[in-house]
């Protein structure tokens, strides 16, 4: 029995993939903000006889100190981790600063990825052939950081955001993999392309309405989980990897930068002790 953890596991792809494994007969945790969607996915797993195996742990991602609370939680409950999948993700066309001072989507898209991908890397490298499935942006040519804006006070919007997410995102994985070369775990990101889901967020009208016909156009979830699950059930031989809608990615060129990618690293680290301090 594997035990998978998913952040953003109480609607579209992180939910499908939840219960997916909940009826393979696994161990699943679900991270998610909102309580009753959280009882609804457990009310599900009991539904298909998984009730026993099905954990829900309630906490705003966007917050560190709620991130780390639930690694805490996870920590005293489980020794190793077979997978971890990151879903969790709202858009949002205006611009929100958290109360510990970070940019919303900088906060929930990259930072708590980053938290939970690091602090959870001990467990993950307890289980025989684990893996992280990001399910982000990449192969996407589009998209800049502000090293010297990240929180985006300049000129905020929402896709601006969205997509310098997605080009942090792959530096994590670069990152990650550069810190543990050698090391059981796999680290796969992976662009579903377009699938239609919650697609959680807060959209102005104009958004709105192209969200409305980009979900028309989407593959339903079932499809679009699919390189998800294969990434879980047969991890890549390489420590890490980029797909996009099931086709593999070169990692070459800006996006997946070594140097940017350390020097990512560190910013990450010195802004998580100031969160902390
Ligand atoms: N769908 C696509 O077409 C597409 C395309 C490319 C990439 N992606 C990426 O794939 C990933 C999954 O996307 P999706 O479309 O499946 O997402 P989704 O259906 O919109 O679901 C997002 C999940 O994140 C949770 N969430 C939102 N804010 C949170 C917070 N502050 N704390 C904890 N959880 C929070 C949501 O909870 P609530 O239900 O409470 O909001 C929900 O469970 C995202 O990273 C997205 O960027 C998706």
Not at 153 to 177: C, H, K, P, T
Not at 204 to 209: F, G, K, L, S, T
Not at 232 to 254: H, I, Q, R, V
Request: aromatic residues 6%.
């Amino acid at each position: 029995m594997k035990t998978i953890v998913v952040s953003g596991g109480t609607d579209g792809i992180g939910k499908a993939v939840a219960l997916t494994y909940l009826g393979r007969g696994d161990e699943v945790v679900v991270l998610g903000r909102n309580a009753e969607k959280g009882a609804e996915v457990l009310a599900e797993a009991e539904r298909i006889g998984a009730g026993n195996r099905a954990h829900f742990i309630a906490a705003d991602l966007s917050l560190v100190s709620e991130t780390r609370r639930a690694v805490g939680e996870i920590r005293d409950r489980f020794a190793g981790i077979d997978g971890l999948v990151l879903c969790a993700q709202h858009f949002r066309s205006s611009r929100l600063v958290t109360a510990e001072g970070f940019e919303h989507t900088f906060a929930l898209y990259y930072l708590s990825r980053f938290v939970l991908s690091h602090e959870l890397a001990d467990l993950l490298a307890a289980a025989p052939a684990p893996v992280v499935v990001n399910v982000c942006g990449p192969g996407v040519d589009f998209g800049e950081i502000r090293w010297d804006d990240l929180g985006r006070e300049r000129d905020y919007s929402g896709i601006d955001a969205l997509m310098q997410g997605s080009r942090l995102n792959d530096l994590l994985g670069v990152g990650f993999a550069q810190r543990r070369p050698a090391g059981p775990v796999r680290y796969v990101l992976l662009n579903p392309g377009s699938v239609r889901t919650g697609f959680s967020g807060e959209y102005d009208p104009v958004m709105a309405e192209q969200i409305e016909a980009a979900r028309r156009n989407a593959r339903p979830v079932e499809e679009g989980i699919v390189p998800v699950l294969a990434a879980l059930d047969a991890p890549p031989a390489e420590t890490l990897s980029a797909s996009m809608t099931g086709a593999p990615l070169e990692l070459t060129g800006p996006a997946f930068d070594p140097e940017a990618a350390r020097r990512l690293h560190e910013l990450t680290t010195a802004l998580l002790a100031d969160a902390a301090s």
